[in-house]
Nanobody, 114 residues
């Protein structure tokens, strides 16, 4: 099983980015998907989750700015990030949990700087 994250880059404060995470069909349909991030010197933290039924949850720091979604036809999860702040700078990882199994993508760098 592979998770392929993409879409990171350099953006100015206040800008937007959309991250994508493609995965295999069984994981996507039945698993709970999530985005995590890790800034230098910090622990990895949960950003947002979306269940197989479409229920979402967000870290307080990103509520109202980030939106997690999934496209079942494309087996892809997204993280739309708006009103980005320098403190959003981190490596973003996609994650999938199915039963007792946990899968991680390789991470994509997001840098918010002027």
């Amino acid at each position: 099983v592979q998770l392929q994250a993409s879409g990171g880059g350099l953006v100015q404060p206040g800008g937007s980015l959309r991250l994508s995470c493609a995965t295999s069909g069984s994981i996507f349909k039945f698993g709970t998907l999530a985005w995590y991030r890790q800034a230098p010197g910090n622990q990895r933290e949960l950003v947002a989750t979306i269940t197989s039924g479409g229920s979402t949850n967000y870290a307080d720091s990103v509520k109202g700015r980030f939106t997690i979604s999934r496209d079942n036809a494309k087996n892809t999860m997204y993280l739309q990030m708006n009103s980005l702040k320098p403190e959003d700078t981190a490596v973003y990882y996609c994650n999938a949990v199915l039963s007792a199994l946990t899968f991680w993508g390789q991470g994509t760098q997001v840098t918010v700087s002027s």
